[in-house]
């Protein structure tokens, strides 16, 4: 079931998971969540993965019919899985892992019951730690979801047309972006639904959202409260576009500012900050660098410009400047005053210092960025700059 | 932070869950999962809903800032309810009900730690067996979307041109939802992802696909391995079309089937004995009638036609024929043989026979009915032939 140019990607993977297993005391994690079972298997099915601290993995599939591959047994239930490991005679965990953080209080208890093991654990946490340090393979993803998300917004001025919404525009960008092979979700981590990304023109900026992403928005339903709104795009405010990078399974993440006609000075002096706040972050921070750090750095310098309280927000105020990102947006680490991590090679982090200026809207830039051995490297390409679309 | 339009459907919701609360001898319920907030609140926000079998409700709120109202209060962490109840004297639940279907086991257990009731219960079943019978306000709501629904498909030949594949026709029909109001957002209960719908396009309709969804397709990138991938539209196949009728939050479900030039006179067959099912279900169905039977009824007719081998797949074929519909996409009653529900008034359901015959792809409608006192009335309403898009 598993793709040749995959195989050598998986096995990195379960070796790094099979080492923090052992380190753990675990005995092995067994798998359901979605985008666990893509990182775990390079595909999503219906079913679980189970990952021993030693030996092979074993692939427990629902649906699709069809799959087929060494180690790959058809369930029709969970408990199946205790009967296939009695009459293979494999040996059950004694420490297992479950993805507590995330699958529901009954299928805990449904698959804590399969091998009634003498300890439980988190597989939540492992996964979201080892997903944090990404694979060649996986940063060669970035690079291609990075590519088409340049091409992507170097197209979108031709998007708009004077008398447009912000919806109006929106929509324009969300086909540009399926033309060029987005896959459309848009998968975050917890209970947060954004819909392909976020432009926010004007004062709807300001709105808060019940969400924890950089920005808010007042949306176009009660039920999908952020983004868009709706607002006209008229002379003398800023659009600001932070459209998902969702061109592979690994979504880059890159916000630009637009103007509708010219600016008020704060607008552009804000922008300034944001991008030397950008700048500064990538001369200083490498491998070590706390993440906590950063964020306060990018406090300090947005202090210093005396543009506080417009920071990441007014009415509502985002508490992080940035975030790992990778199969879902809001990856970890997060770079906020509270952070415990480090940077590491291979981190793969999104850098978003942005200001909500009333009666202007936001302006700011975010990038992508590649932790190497030595420093970041910027993935996400496209000129830095306001760009005004009249 | 209740809309005054809103606040009697909300008032009759609330009654409703108290009544079924005190029934169950049930102290209260706390609720956290966005679609359950929405429904008992008019509104998604990050935080908790608390409604106890007697009295007022009260609103635990996170995110976003700026909510104001009776019984609202600001919350860091959910350990502050606690604290909460204490400093007003207020009853704490000897038997709650949480979300044990959906929250997290790791949220349940902080959950459970607030009040510590001697006896727990489940507030997901709770919820979807209430959410089943629609209120008057939800079913206006389906109508809008119905319009919006019908209104989009009638535009859909406009977004043929020849040479495309199936996804260009998506991407077009997309912007259209989008331009007719769509949220964008496509909500299903479990781990089941799609993006605005699917299109199935000649004998990518085969392809099984992880999901419950009716049917499949190969989708265009492993990790979202459903619907379109890329077949080009070419002559002689089907093209169904079976796109999201989320233009409010409470989604209408509708499929109509296109074909490229003339098909063969099997798709004309099969397309008719689903039109056929659909007429005599809406004809014979009332409140009443099991679920069960209505799969049977349909299961039966597919038989007497020989067309068994295509009913709901070929590969992988789904085990239902339709299913309720509402905030998600998938919500109760399902039709299908182990059903044990009957059809009641108020419940809303998608009723879709189809076929995928090889070498022509999937044929077949699907609408959406409200059950009244007496019988089903059609909210979907567009012509039920297979238009000829060349």
Redesign the interface.
Known sequence: MI?DTLINDLKLKWERLQLAMRKAGADACLL???VNV?YTT?????GYFYLPAEGAPRFFV?????LAGEHVEYIRKPEQIAEIFAAKGIKTPEKLL?E?????????IRLKAIFNPKEMG?A?TLLRTERMIKTPWEIEQFRISARHHALTYAEIPSCFRPGMTD??F???I??LM??N?S???FRAYG?M?I??GSILAGENAE??????FAL?GG???????IGANGTPLKEGISVMVDMAGNF??YMTDMTRTFSIGKLPDLAYRAHQVSLDIIHEVQQTAKPGTPCANIYNKALEMAGKAGLSPYFMGT??QAKFVGHGIG?QINEPPVLTSRSKDLLSPNMVIAIEPKFVLPDIGAVGIEDSFLVTESALEQITHSPEEIINLL
Chains 1, 2 share one sequence.
């Open positions: 793709q359901t969540v979605d893509y390079g595909r999503i099915y219906s629902k649906r699709p019919n069809g479950l507590v953080d995330e699958i529901s209080y009954n299928d805990y988190n939540s919806l109006d929106q929509y324009e969300e086909r399926r033309k092979g896959i459309g979700l209970n639904d819909f392909m709105t808060p959202s019940p969400y924890d808010g949306g176009i339903n009660s039920s999908a409260p592979t399974t009415k509502q199969i």
